[in-house]
């Protein structure tokens, strides 16, 4: 891992030697400029926002610390190059008289989890900084302006300890095919895909199809293939106990912009911590053939000491969404749930011999 | 400075992965303690979500075993135009990875898949040989089949 880090940290020196330290106007890119009157249209006039999306970018969600708002147009496209450099290196061949790998694992974090994973070729997270009013920005999250989640407020971190604890006494991770993550169990998405707020998963299928009446906007994201229904002009969220996944939407137009509300979230689908009064308002504005600009609050005062949000670019691509049929593959639950059963007989087995 | 390059190494490292799993934690699924290197040929391969499997069949003294490895998302390379058929039944390929811990199980995820010349599984571009790679210009995303 660190003479991979190391190769990064060289990739990027200059980078970092041009200024990251430089004002937001000298990160300014090309506008994309399209005159709005120009912008496809439905038949009632609105904007036309169908289509197929990707969220795809290398850009993060959280600014790291201490870095600007935006990059040059150099530095980004040295970030990009970057990447494209990585690439393809990972697809240079291997020894074909390589062993097995090291005994006690092979040292990857993450998901990874020390035994490596899978061959990159297999993943696409994304290859360019994200772009939006012309800037190359370095975190999606713009409000606050520091880029990163405000703090938790006293609530906010009692309900943090006491989820912790819940988990900590409920049993062992590995002892409930119910204990294992949503994505794991093939239910919705990979992280805060689907959303709201729909961000990037970093991984591959960050695509969305979207198709719009006057009445109801839906949306699909191919990560868990999770359908969202905005129903249009609806007056009224339905009662408290109601709670499907990805919440219940209420769309309107303001201006050439759609906006979207959603409340009731599903108890499960906890985004980041989040109380069941989050409320999250998301902002859907076609700003050129290729480009929406999705823009999020999230607004829970109960768990948070501010409103925050973020702008990510949806950029429009030919290519199809995938069906994700997810339960039919899923070996990997029961290999994981039969593997700890495994490892608890060996550990009986030792005792008793002891 | 020093601060500033590991927030930055950690950044790229983080979006992007050496060697990548997304659908689930493969450490536990997967031994550390029980390495493998598999060679033979495959005879069957499941492209499905959330992850694919390559069944391949090896040689252990006089007996044959058949083993199923552990890739990622087909949904990713059916945009690239790539498809089971691109494998071929039949053809022979090397494998490294970790068994499961069910030791009952004959699976592994597959952390590197090649051909018997090292050349990796997979491939497609007319610029560098990454999938992708943004560097030829004459590249599209936007390539013919999936299933």
Redesign the interface.
């Known amino acids: 891992?660190l003479h991979?880090?190391t190769r990064?940290?060289r990739?990027?020196?200059v980078?970092?030697a041009t200024g990251?330290a430089l004002t937001p106007a000298s990160g300014q890119a090309p506008s994309p400029g399209t005159a709005a009157t120009t912008l496809p249209r439905t038949a009632d006039g609105r904007p036309d926002l169908q289509g197929t999306w990707s969220n795809a970018t290398?850009t993060?969600i959280d600014r790291?610390?201490?870095?600007p708002p935006v990059y040059t147009e150099a530095q980004a496209r040295r970030l990009?190059r970057?990447?494209?450099d990585?690439?393809?290196r990972?697809?240079?061949?291997?020894?074909?008289n390589?062993?097995?790998?090291?005994?006690?694992?092979?040292g990857?974090t993450?998901?990874?989890?020390?035994?490596?994973?899978?061959?990159?070729?297999?993943?696409?997270?994304?290859?360019r900084v994200a772009v939006v009013n012309g800037q190359y920005r370095t975190s999606l999250i713009v409000d606050p302006p520091n880029g990163r989640v405000p703090a938790l407020t006293d609530a906010g971190r009692r309900k943090a300890a006491a989820r912790a604890e819940q988990f900590r006494t409920r049993g062992g991770e590995?002892d409930h095919p119910e204990f294992?993550?949503l994505?794991?169990r093939?239910l919705m998405s990979?992280g805060s895909n689907a959303g709201p707020p729909m961000l990037p998963?970093?991984?591959?299928?960050n695509n969305y199809q979207i198709v719009q009446t006057k009445d109801h906007v839906m949306i699909l994201a191919?990560m868990?293939h999770d359908v969202r229904i905005i129903r249009m002009n609806a007056t009224a969220h339905p009662p408290a106990h109601i709670r499907p996944w990805m919440g219940d939407s209420i769309g309107r137009w303001e201006g050439d912009t759609l906006v979207v509300e959603t409340t009731n979230f599903h108890p499960l689908q906890v985004f980041r911590g989040a109380s069941d009064t989050l409320k999250v308002i998301e902002r859907f504005t076609r700003v050129d053939a290729d480009t929406i600009v999705y823009r999020f609050t999230i607004d829970d005062l109960d768990t948070w000491v501010a409103p925050w949000g973020g702008e990510v670019p949806f950029r429009r691509?030919?290519?199809?969404v995938?069906?994700?049929?997810?339960h039919?593959?899923?070996?990997?639950?029961a290999?994981?749930l039969?593997?700890?059963?495994?490892?608890e007989r060996e550990a009986a087995t030792k005792k008793q011999n002891r | 400075m020093r601060r500033t390059m590991l927030l930055v190494c950690a950044g790229v490292l983080a979006v992007a992965g050496v060697r990548v799993a997304a659908h689930h934690a493969f450490g536990a699924e997967f031994d550390p303690n029980a390495p493998v290197r598999l060679q033979g040929k495959i005879v069957r391969l499941e492209w499905v979500n959330p992850h694919t499997w390559i069944h391949m069949e090896i040689t252990k003294g006089d007996a044959k075993e058949v083993w199923a490895v552990e890739g990622g998302t087909p949904n990713t390379l059916l945009r690239r135009g790539l498809t089971r058929d691109t494998l071929t039944i039949g053809t022979e390929i090397i494998v490294d990875g970790y068994q499961t811990k069910d030791h009952s199980l004959k699976r592994a995820n597959g952390r590197d898949v090649t051909f018997t010349d090292g050349r990796k599984i997979f491939m497609g571009s007319s610029g560098t040989g990454a999938p992708r790679d943004g560097r030829d210009p004459t590249e599209t995303t936007k390539k013919p089949g999936g299933r």
């Open positions: 891992m991979r880090c990064a940290i990739a990027l020196l980078v970092l990251w290398i993060p790291p610390e201490g870095a990009e970057g990447y494209a990585r690439v393809e990972l697809a240079q061949p291997s020894d074909p390589r062993t097995a790998p090291p005994q006690g694992g092979d990857s993450g998901a990874a989890g020390n035994v490596g994973g899978y061959n990159n070729f297999w993943v696409d997270p994304g290859d590995y294992r993550p994505a794991e093939c990979f998963n970093y991984f591959y299928n191919e868990v691509t030919d290519e199809q995938f069906e994700y049929a997810c039919e593959g899923n070996y990997a639950l290999n994981i039969s593997g700890a059963r495994a490892q």
